[in-house]
């Protein structure tokens, strides 16, 4: 039986959790979900740091994949975490590449 | 192929924003995208001579010069250059006016500020 392809949103976040980026991302992922669509995102920069906000990593249990710089992680001390990839800028390169839309927030 | 554009606005000292996003624009070509990087704004000022590791700060200049060397294309914003004064450019890129840089943009299929 023929499937359709879910169509894909990506989201680039470079900044830390208190930008106000954090809940625009959080509340754009969860709508995309919410209307059927796989939503990929990548942190990189500060944005890293967002996998130690707890909304922000709620959206994994939502069905979102986050995705990170190692590299940028590295720099800033920040742990790895269960359920987040800890990726290079090859992901991104990918993640980019096959979305259907693509936005960032820098 | 996917078109992607990044955009970028902000002067190249008392941030990482700029080798960041260079070195990002790097990655991009790893997957099936034809990249292309704009410098607008207070950016045009990385396409001056400079040695940002005297200051501690990180290189981007041979982040562009890569991105030559893949045939990436590098534009820089005629008016923005002129407002600055910008001349004698360190680097390989295409000077084309806001008007046609607007039409680039348009016809991204991605873009990304930085």
Do not use: W
Not at chain 1, 67 to 96: M, P, W
Not at chain 2, 52 to 57: A, C, G, R, V
Request: proline content about 2%; aromatic content about 8%; some cysteine.
């Amino acid at each position: 039986m023929h499937q359709e392809k879910k169509q894909r949103l990506g989201i680039l976040l470079t900044t830390s959790p208190e930008s106000e980026n954090t809940f625009t991302v959080i509340k754009l992922a969860e709508a995309a979900i919410s209307s059927g669509k796989d939503v990929q995102i990548f942190l990189m920069c500060d944005g890293v740091y967002n996998i130690n906000n707890k909304d922000f990593t709620s959206l994994l249990d939502k069905g979102v994949s986050v995705t990170l710089c190692a590299h940028n992680a590295s720099e800033r001390s920040v742990e790895k975490r269960e359920g987040i990839n800890f990726g290079s800028q090859y992901d991104h390169a990918y993640i980019v590449n096959e979305s259907d839309r693509f936005l960032s927030f820098t | 192929m996917k078109k992607v554009t990044v955009v970028l606005q902000k002067s190249p000292f008392n941030t990482l924003r700029n080798s960041e996003a260079l070195r990002m624009s790097l990655g991009l070509t790893l997957a099936n995208n034809a990249v292309s990087v704009i410098f607008t704004s207070d950016a045009v000022y990385n396409l001056l001579p400079a040695f940002p590791e005297n200051i501690k700060s990180p290189a981007f200049g041979r982040h562009i010069e890569m991105l030559n060397t893949l045939k990436c294309k590098l534009i820089a914003e005629k008016e923005s250059m002129e407002e600055r004064d910008v001349k004698d450019v360190n680097y390989n890129v295409e000077v084309k006016e806001r008007a046609e840089v607007f039409k680039f943009i348009k016809e991204s299929n991605t873009v990304i500020t930085y």
